[in-house]
Structure formats: structure tokens, C-alpha cells
């Protein structure tokens, strides 16, 4: 299982506060956010955010409106996935 720092991210309207993330990256790949959900509910791999210093662990969230991906720090969720910049 490789732990995997998410660095960027890809909306299809990045301003809009409803339009959901589509893609999610790093250093050297770019995954769907379907294949991050597979991977952390297969236990694959693990994924993260660093902001201002502060670990974010990415966790999947099974909304109603169906699943979607979170940050988990300092005992609370969290958006920092939302402040990360766009992945090119």
C-alpha cells in the first residue's frame, strides 16, 4: 500500500461550490476520482493533502447524492482538497 500525496485537483467548473472534483493529482500521475474512491475503499493506497504544514487524510464520504472524497484533519473533515491548485 503506497501512501500518495495529492498536490492538485481538476473540477469542471473550478469556481462553482456544487460541481464535484473530477480529477485528482500528484507528482508524476492524475487519477478520476473514481479510481481514488476504488483505490482507498480496496485498500490499495492511502492518499493525503499537505497544507500549511497540516496532513489531511483523504477519506470517501457515501452521501446521498453518492460518494465523494473529503480530507480528514485535526479530528474533523475538512475541504482542503477545494484549495489545492488545478492539475494541468
Known amino acids: 500500500m503506497a501512501d500518495v500525496r495529492v498536490t492538485c485537483i481538476n473540477k469542471r467548473d473550478r469556481k462553482s461550490t456544487h460541481e464535484g472534483i473530477t480529477h485528482l493529482g500528484g507528482t508524476g500521475w492524475k487519477w478520476t476520482r473514481e479510481q481514488v474512491i476504488q483505490s482507498i475503499e480496496a485498500k490499495s493506497n492511502t492518499f493525503?493533502?499537505?497544507?500549511?504544514?497540516n496532513r489531511g487524510d483523504i477519506g470517501v464520504v457515501d452521501a446521498a447524492t453518492g460518494k465523494y472524497l473529503r480530507t480528514y484533519a485535526d479530528g474533523k473533515w475538512n475541504d482542503n482538497l477545494l484549495s489545492l491548485p488545478e492539475c494541468s
Open 48 to 53: 493525503y493533502t499537505l497544507v500549511d504544514g
